[in-house]
């Protein structure tokens, strides 16, 4: 079978579509044909040795994905591999594996795991958000914006995004944002007030804290609980900022989360895709040799949804 191989940590081009022996699985393991692969943001930092605990060398990167059950030809979405998901074949543990709705194709499949999970761990497990409370997304329409979008308002709570490009504001506004920031332009911000009557956000789902999360610290309302997501480096804030709000500024780490939490995620999210109030959504698609042109891509700017690799 065909599978990105990385044998040495760097850049994009570390990553080599090679022919791998067929993988075998144990008896209390599933083995899923591969039909489209989720890009995150933790696979290129992974790739470039910069994510603890780094894997052993030489691996095939990837958790998301979604395919066939081999010898079932159940539609399923994974959310995790033994065997890494850039590849045609991979071996999952049961618990990984979740079924895929009729409604959804294979490349939205692939766009479940990480976002909608970071998602909902972010607003209802760490941020502890309930209905009727205002919550700040930032990077609205990228892949964990877009489903904290849907899975707020689906919630009771009024959304407030951000967006970059004009696809990007359009987006989040399809998807049911009742506010939509540019953050490109200055002072974006101080919109927030007049959007709360002066009262400022409940909860903020934070992509890159290294530049907003000094800001962020000054929108929130009493109590106000800060979600961080993301982040590219180091940041300077003030905490008086938070003391006069008794603020919470929480880490969000989907590795973190016991099992029980991931029952909880996982039957939540199944019942939105089921339903049909939660559609996950696909940006770029590359085929799996072109993986180096995938991990570029999820690190720029302007994200429109999930990037998305195709198998076949």
Do not use: W
């Amino acid at each position: 079978m065909k599978a990105i191989c990385i044998h040495q940590f760097g850049g994009p081009e570390v990553m080599k579509l090679e022919e791998v022996p067929n993988t075998r699985p144990s008896s209390d393991q599933v083995l899923v044909r591969i039909r489209a692969v989720g890009i995150n943001p933790v696979d290129t930092y992974i790739r470039a040795g910069s994510y603890d605990p780094k894997p052993t060398l030489p691996y095939t990167p990837g958790k998301d994905a979604a395919g066939e059950v081999v010898g079932t030809g159940a539609r399923v979405y994974i959310t995790g591999s033994l065997t890494g998901a850039y590849a045609e074949y991979a071996i999952c543990n049961s618990a990984d594996v979740h079924p895929l709705p009729g409604r959804l194709s294979f490349e939205q499949g692939a766009a479940i795991g990480v976002p909608y999970a970071t998602a909902y761990r972010s607003l209802f497990q760490r941020a502890s958000a309930v209905a009727g409370e205002t919550v700040l997304i930032h990077g609205g329409s990228g892949g964990v914006g877009t489903a904290a979008i849907q899975l707020a308002r689906n919630a009771g709570l009024t959304v407030i995004a951000t967006a970059g490009t004009a696809e990007g504001i359009e987006l989040t506004k399809r998807l049911g944002a009742h506010y939509v920031l540019n953050h490109r332009a200055l002072d974006y911000l101080s919109e927030i007030a007049k959007i709360t009557h002066g009262k400022g956000v409940d909860v903020i789902v934070e992509m890159l804290a290294n530049v907003n999360l000094g800001k962020d610290l000054t929108v929130l309302a009493m109590h106000g609980r800060i979600c961080i997501v993301g982040s590219r480096g180091p940041v300077e804030i003030n905490p008086r900022d938070a003391m006069k709000r008794d603020a919470d500024i929480r880490g969000v780490m989907l590795g973190n989360a016991t099992a029980q939490e991931r029952l909880q995620i996982f039957a939540a999210l199944g019942a939105g895709f089921e339903n049909g109030t939660l559609t996950p959504i696909v940006g770029k698609i590359f085929a799996l040799g072109e993986a180096a042109k995938a991990h570029e891509a999820v690190m720029q700017s302007g994200a429109q949804g999930k990037i998305v690799l195709k198998t076949d």
